[in-house]
């Protein structure tokens, strides 16, 4: 039987997590190709892909600082162009009112937080504590995103659907995490391989939730008015209200 060195594997893994991220980023293909054929991506949110650009930026930032990181300074530049491309195809259809206010989340997350880590890794920190500064931001930063279907989940147990959060998604977004573990736990980047943990484990929670309720009688949400919103027919739109309520805000009075 073969075996692999520690290097070996990295790279076997490494090569494997660009392949299903690089997947995962062509996920919301179908959604943009609606907001061409429509002309407009109203009723479509930017946060997550505002999210998503500033992360694979932030990584990509990390992989240059580190040394022979190329499997993440690759697919976290990929991710960069193909994040931005969706932000652009929402831009050119969006509201004039989506469209300041996602702007305004690009200066946000790409301009000023991603600019205020750069420079202050770059003036405060040298060498080594400058790759673990900027680590250390990347995995807190990754460890939320994770986090972040926990709300989806509370909605699948509290309305017995799984119609909020599809298995394959699921599947997929769990494969990735145990893939950047493994490539992480062999190159010994620990900044890479922890938070992966966290997202294996709510990978496994979410595909356990859709197991026990794909098939469980949906509850009647009238029921559930006082506790939920009503629900979108389409994931991505989860966030609308939040976003929708930020623009409204920001626009002038009349």
Same mark, same amino acid.
């Given at each position: 039987?073969?075996?692999?060195?520690?290097?070996?594997?990295?790279?076997?893994?490494?090569?494997?997590?660009? +392949? /299903?991220? #690089?997947? =995962?980023?062509?996920?919301?293909?179908? $959604?943009?190709?609606?907001?061409?054929?429509? &002309?407009? !991506? @109203?009723?479509?949110?930017?946060?997550?892909?505002?999210?998503?650009?500033?992360?694979?930026?932030?990584?990509?930032?990390?992989?240059?600082?580190?040394?022979?990181?190329?499997?993440?300074?690759?697919?976290?530049?990929?991710?960069?162009?193909?994040?931005?491309?969706?932000?652009?195809?929402?831009?050119?259809?969006?509201?004039?009112?989506?469209?300041?206010?996602?702007?305004?989340? +690009? /200066?946000? #997350?790409? =301009?000023?937080?991603?600019?205020?880590? $750069?420079?202050?890794?770059?003036?405060?920190? &040298?060498? !080594? @504590?400058?790759?673990?500064?900027?680590?250390?931001?990347?995995?807190?930063?990754?460890?939320?995103?994770?986090?972040?279907?926990?709300?989806?989940?509370?909605?699948?147990?509290?309305?017995?659907?799984?119609?909020?959060?599809?298995?394959?998604?699921?599947?997929?977004?769990?494969?990735?995490?145990?893939?950047?573990?493994?490539?992480?736990?062999?190159?010994?980047?620990?900044?890479?391989?922890?938070?992966?943990?966290?997202?294996?484990?709510?990978?496994?929670?979410?595909?356990?939730?859709?197991?026990?309720?794909?098939?469980?009688?949906?509850?009647?949400?009238?029921?559930?008015?006082?506790?939920?919103?009503?629900?979108?027919?389409?994931?991505?739109?989860?966030?609308?209200?939040?976003?929708?309520?930020?623009?409204?805000?920001?626009?002038?009075?009349?």
């Amino acid at each position: 039987m073969a075996s692999f060195t520690s290097k070996e594997l990295a790279f076997i893994f490494g090569i494997i997590g660009n +392949i /299903i991220s #690089f997947l =995962v980023f062509l996920a919301p293909v179908p $959604t943009f190709y609606t907001i061409w054929k429509k &002309k407009s !991506s @109203k009723g479509f949110q930017s946060i997550p892909y505002s999210v998503a650009f500033f992360s694979a930026s932030l990584l990509l930032y990390y992989g240059f600082l580190k040394t022979n990181a190329y499997m993440i300074v690759s697919i976290n530049g990929i991710g960069c162009v193909i994040e931005a491309i969706y932000l652009l195809i929402y831009l050119i259809y969006a509201p004039n009112k989506a469209k300041i206010f996602t702007m305004k989340l +690009i /200066i946000v #997350f790409n =301009v000023g937080g991603l600019g205020l880590i $750069t420079a202050v890794s770059l003036v405060a920190f &040298k060498g !080594s @504590k400058r790759v673990s500064f900027v680590g250390w931001v990347c995995a807190i930063f990754t460890i939320a995103v994770f986090a972040a279907p926990l709300s989806i989940m509370r909605r699948v147990i509290r309305t017995k659907s799984v119609e909020y959060m599809p298995f394959t998604l699921s599947f997929f977004l769990t494969l990735c995490a145990t893939t950047w573990f493994f490539y992480g736990f062999f190159v010994r980047d620990y900044y890479i391989a922890l938070p992966n943990v966290l997202g294996f484990l709510f990978g496994i929670a979410q595909m356990i939730l859709y197991l026990i309720y794909k098939n469980a009688k949906k509850v009647d949400e009238t029921k559930l008015d006082h506790e939920l919103e009503p629900p979108n027919k389409n994931i991505e739109k989860n966030m609308n209200s939040i976003e929708e309520a930020a623009i409204e805000r920001e626009s002038p009075s009349k």
